[in-house]
Nanobody
Framework: QVQLVESGGGLVQAGGSLRVSCVASGRTLSNYAMGWFRQAPGKEREFVAFISRSGGNTYYADSVKGRFTISRDNAKNTVFLQMNSLKPEDTAVYYC??????????????????WGQGTQVTVSS
C-alpha cells in the first residue's frame, strides 16, 4: 500500500503560478501511474492530469491544457503539478492519486486506488 501526501497549495493571484507536490511512501512510486484531480466546493471531483509510470506519457483535461504540467521524479518518490496562468476557476482542493501498475491513461477517479488528503489552491481575481 502506498501513502500519498500533497503539499504546496496556497493563495495566489489570477495569472500567477503555483507548484503542488505529492510525496509517496510505503511503496516504490515507479510502480504507479499517477493522476491529479481537483474538487471545488459544491462540485464533483474532476480529473486534471495523468502521468505514466515512467513519465513518458502525460494527458490533461482540456480546461488546464497548455497551463498545467505534470511531472514526476521516481528517485524522490514525488509527483508535481506546475500550474501557470492560474484562473479563479482553478480554485479547488487538489488531490494526487495512484493506480498500481497502471499503463493506459485513466481519467475517472474510480480507477485510482490510493489518494492523498488534498491541498487547497485558491486563486483570487
Amino acid at each position: 500500500q502506498v501513502q500519498l501526501v500533497e503539499s504546496g497549495g496556497g493563495l495566489v493571484q489570477a495569472g500567477g503560478s503555483l507548484r503542488v507536490s505529492c510525496v509517496a511512501s510505503g511503496r516504490t512510486l515507479s510502480n504507479y501511474a499517477m493522476g491529479w484531480f481537483r474538487q471545488a466546493p459544491g462540485k464533483e471531483r474532476e480529473f486534471v492530469a495523468f502521468i505514466s509510470r515512467s513519465g513518458g506519457n502525460t494527458y490533461y483535461a482540456d480546461s488546464v491544457k497548455g497551463r498545467f504540467t505534470i511531472s514526476r521524479d521516481n528517485a524522490k518518490n514525488t509527483v508535481f503539478l506546475q500550474m501557470n496562468s492560474l484562473k479563479p476557476e482553478d480554485t479547488a482542493v487538489y488531490y494526487c492519486a495512484a493506480r498500481y501498475l497502471g499503463t493506459v491513461v485513466r481519467t475517472s477517479n474510480r480507477e485510482y486506488e490510493y489518494w492523498g488528503q488534498g491541498t487547497q489552491v485558491t486563486v483570487s481575481s
